[in-house]
């Protein structure tokens, strides 16, 4: 009569003879027990797990909390296989590079810094564009032209969060004369739909965002030449004892949280993240909003001074502010091209409110305000046609006012702006 092994809960008929062998066995293999040795352990109050005919050991689970997981190298990980998905979405319509913005901006404070300057920053923000851009003035293509725009608007997206260093790595690469040259041969092709609604908007918004990125750094210099270390404060409600009405004042950092701070600030992060003492939650500073966040209702005011005894030289801030990032000759290309844009007939609004921004920041150079009215720019300005938008008019009186200082002719050109506009 065969025997059924019930132990491993197996309906195998096993005969008398394999049995015998398996008895054998045991008594050979180390842990291995004889029923005189479960006898002994039965008296001596142990018993081996095994003998117990339905015992079943329940697998070890580490709690989550335990577990040891490298957060840092997961998303570094998981952003580095997603960006050639990124880019054929981006491919496939100018609309997801917001999203793929959004993804990449959210984990590039985590990403191996290597990979981040050599692949996200080096490579695709700056020599891929440079490629694909020979490539789009050598034979030009409807779509290529679209995947190259919106390449170029996906690195303007993301140029705030690696500022620094795609500024320092931009440096290394003919980048801007890259896009310089680019901006003329849109000009030179603006009768081509694709070419104006496409390619002229995000072009001239990296070079906005270049000549703003460089700004900041020379301000930044100044600032740090003054002091390497600021007094940052929030604006919270006063912590008391009681249930009086609180009243709001500026409470200073604790100084682990200044240090961090300042390192954040003056190595030109976006934000930083830190712990407030006695509250049990991570708070965002915003450098650019200059708000404190906790992710939920939480969103107050941040102030930063310098500290008592260090000054600031106004005339040297002045100076610097009117200094233009760019060579004389590279100027006069920009106003060149940029004024014969603003004299087309017609003019896509978008690409219009981005001319108009570029050129508030041109002309806060004296040198470049003057030869942007010898250019013809302010006749040009007064007879742009394109939708306006809420910030057109805004603009326009920016740029003349940077352009002429005499109040009897500003009054002038300001009747003449809305006169333009109510015409249009």
Not at 42 to 55: C, I, M, Q, Y
Not at 129 to 150: D, F, K, Q, Y
Not at 254 to 267: D, E, G, I, T
Request: hydrophobic content about 40%.
């Amino acid at each position: 009569m065969s025997v059924i092994l019930r132990k491993a809960n197996l309906l195998t008929p096993i005969c008398p003879s394999c049995l015998e062998l398996l008895a054998l066995l045991s008594a050979r293999i180390p842990g291995g027990s004889t029923a005189e040795d479960r006898e002994t352990n039965k008296k001596a109050g142990t018993s081996n797990s095994l003998d117990a005919e339905d015992s079943i050991e329940m697998p070890i689970i580490t709690p989550l909390k335990e577990l040891n997981i490298d957060t840092d190298l997961s998303i570094s990980r998981a952003c580095i296989e997603l960006m050639p998905l990124c880019k054929r979405l981006m491919e496939l319509g100018s609309d997801l590079v917001f999203s793929c913005a959004d993804l990449v901006s959210g984990m590039v404070s985590t990403l191996d810094e290597e990979w981040r300057r050599r692949q996200l920053i080096g490579q695709i923000m700056i020599e891929e564009i440079i490629i694909m851009a020979r490539s789009v003035m050598n034979g030009p293509s409807e779509h290529a032209v679209r995947v190259l725009a919106t390449r170029i608007h996906f690195a303007c997206l993301l140029f705030d969060h690696v500022a620094d260093e795609y500024l320092e790595a931009i440096g290394t690469h003919p980048m801007v004369s890259t896009m310089l040259l680019l901006l003329g041969f849109v000009y030179d092709n603006f009768d081509v739909d694709y070419m104006q609604n496409g390619l002229l908007s995000p072009v001239v918004l990296w070079l906005d965002l270049y000549d703003k990125g460089m700004r900041a750094i020379k301000r930044r210099n100044i600032l740090k030449a003054a002091s390497p270390q600021l007094k940052w404060s929030y604006h919270a409600e006063e912590e008391r004892i009681g249930t009086g009405r609180s009243h709001k004042k500026w409470q200073p950092y604790s100084p682990v949280n200044q240090l961090q701070l300042n390192k954040a600030f003056f190595s030109g992060k976006t934000n930083c993240v830190l712990k407030i003492p006695r509250k049990e939650k991570d708070f965002t500073v915003d450098f650019s909003l200059m708000r404190q966040r906790d992710g939920l209702a939480c969103n107050q005011a941040v102030f930063a001074e310098l500290p008592d005894g260090a000054e600031i030289d106004i005339e040297t801030l002045k100076k610097s502010e009117r200094e233009s990032v760019w060579t004389t000759a590279e100027t006069s290309r920009l106003l060149v091209m940029v004024v014969s844009l603003l004299h087309k007939s017609l003019i896509h609004h978008t690409a219009a409110h981005t001319i108009l921004a570029f050129v508030a920041r041109l002309t806060r150079d004296s040198n470049c305000a003057v030869n942007f009215i010898q250019q013809g720019g302010i006749p040009a300005l007064l007879g742009l046609r394109c939708s306006t938008t809420p910030s057109t008019s805004v603009l326009i009186s920016l740029i003349i006012r940077q352009c002429i200082d005499d109040e009897n002719m500003m009054a002038q050109v300001r009747f003449l702006c809305n006169w333009s506009s109510c015409k249009a």
